[in-house]
């Protein structure tokens, strides 16, 4: 699709389904495109292949008019005027890449996109040509621009990460250098952004933590802490393979989805705690990797690229190994230390290193690719 089209009202009206997939998936999505032309619940349809950092994918369908309802919230949160302009640095068939270019249409203000591969020097580059004030980036990216130390060019305004937590040492730096980050939380079920910091938090210290629920956003928390959400952003099921053809697969109750991600809801803020399918057992016991991962990263006060993956183990269930990125020298001793705190079942097991975590599309660690390499690491037995 020529990157013109989704500024273009034709496109933001048309009925026709349309699908947007990752590299290697082209022929895939092309025939889901031909095949949901023929079905008349798919009228209006712009269907997103989600995988996100664990399973395997799954095909989300919206409306056009719920990306236009999450542009609109979006806008709105972050101020934006027809004054401003977006400058894509996503890949387009992302919902976060296509919501991008849906901010900007509805907000009728400049759009220009990142071409080619991510470069540091090829991005700052762009934001100053296009005097850009507005831009959408995902963790590593903000790592990427804190190592290079470049400094946010004066155009920049706000720098929304989204696609995982931006660890707080990071942001702090990114901030140093004028790159005003903010942390949001978001799926692709719901078209992009759910909750974000305000802006006011800029001239505070950066905080992943106690993200602002957005305007439209209807949330609770149910028995097993995981997020409900209800709103006109929300998408309208999962396109399923079915004997006689595709049909959509609508699980909601009353309007509510309930996602997969266990969070604490306080005073209108959301604070992202882990995935439902980050909770293992070890010897019986309940374990929850997520958070067992960002109390290692606080205890040890680190910036290197670290996380936990759980290894299948017959005996007990799982072993939990921490995997860092580049050189292990020192973290034997820190994870020693810190099994001195936790019980039996939640210690981990010695720490490996790999060259570089194996990443998504987007840029979010491959849990599954990393699970692989660490099981392959030697010995991994328990103590």
């Known amino acids: 699709m020529d990157p013109a089209e989704l500024m273009r009202s034709e496109f933001w009206e048309d009925d026709r389904p ?54 609109a919230m ?44 991510w470069d540091v020097a090829h991005f700052v580059g762009a934001v100053a040509a296009s005097g850009a004030t507005c831009v959408s980036l995902v963790p590593t990216q903000v790592h990427d621009l804190v190592s290079a130390g470049v400094r946010a060019p ?10 995982g937590a931006l660890d707080r040492s990071t942001g702090n730096a ?22 974000t910091a305000p802006l006011e938090n800029l001239e505070e210290g950066f905080d992943p933590d ?23 952003a929300l998408f309208d099921g999962y396109v399923v393979e079915r004997e006689g053809g595709l049909s959509l697969l609508r699980d909601f109750e009353e309007g509510w989805f309930t996602s997969s991600d266990v969070v604490q809801l306080i005073g209108g803020k ?9 909770t293992v057992k070890i010897l019986g016991e309940l374990v929850e990797v997520d958070r067992l991962e960002r109390e290692l990263l606080s205890f040890t006060g680190t910036d290197q690229e670290l996380r936990i ?43 490996v290193a790999v060259e570089e975590f194996p990443r998504t599309a987007l840029g979010k660690v491959d849990l599954e690719a990393l699970r692989r390499l660490a099981a392959g690491c030697g010995s991994l037995g328990l103590e």
């Open 174 to 195: 990114a901030r140093d250098l004028g790159w005003p980050v903010v942390q949001s939380y978001g799926m692709t079920e719901a078209a992009s952004q759910i909750a």
């Open 18 to 71: 349309v699908v947007f997939a990752a590299p290697g998936m082209e022929e895939q999505s092309r025939g889901l495109e031909v095949l949901l032309a023929g079905e008349e619940w798919a009228r209006g349809a712009v269907v997103f292949a989600s995988s996100g950092s664990t399973g395997a994918p799954k095909w989300v369908l919206h409306r056009r008019a719920s990306l236009l309802a999450s542009a």
């Open 270 to 278: 959301l604070t992202f705690c882990g995935r439902k399918d980050r």
């Open 309 to 351: 993956v759980e290894v299948r183990d017959e005996r007990v269930g799982y072993r939990l190994v921490p995997v860092v990125e580049g050189r292990v020298l020192g973290w034997e001793a820190r994870v020693e230390k810190f099994n001195e705190g936790l019980p039996g079942f939640a210690r981990l097991m010695a720490p």
């Open 154 to 163: 004066d155009s920049m305004r706000v720098v929304v990460v989204g696609g």
């Open 210 to 232: 106690g993200m602002l629920v957005l305007p439209g956003w209807e949330v609770e928390v149910d028995e097993s802490g995981l997020l409900k959400i209800r709103g006109e």
């Open 74 to 117: 979006v806008n709105a949160h972050l101020g934006v005027s027809v004054d401003d302009s977006w400058l894509l640095a996503l890949p387009r068939w992302h919902v976060g890449g296509c919501g991008v270019a849906a901010r900007a249409h509805v907000a009728g203000c400049g759009y220009g996109e990142l071409e080619g591969r």
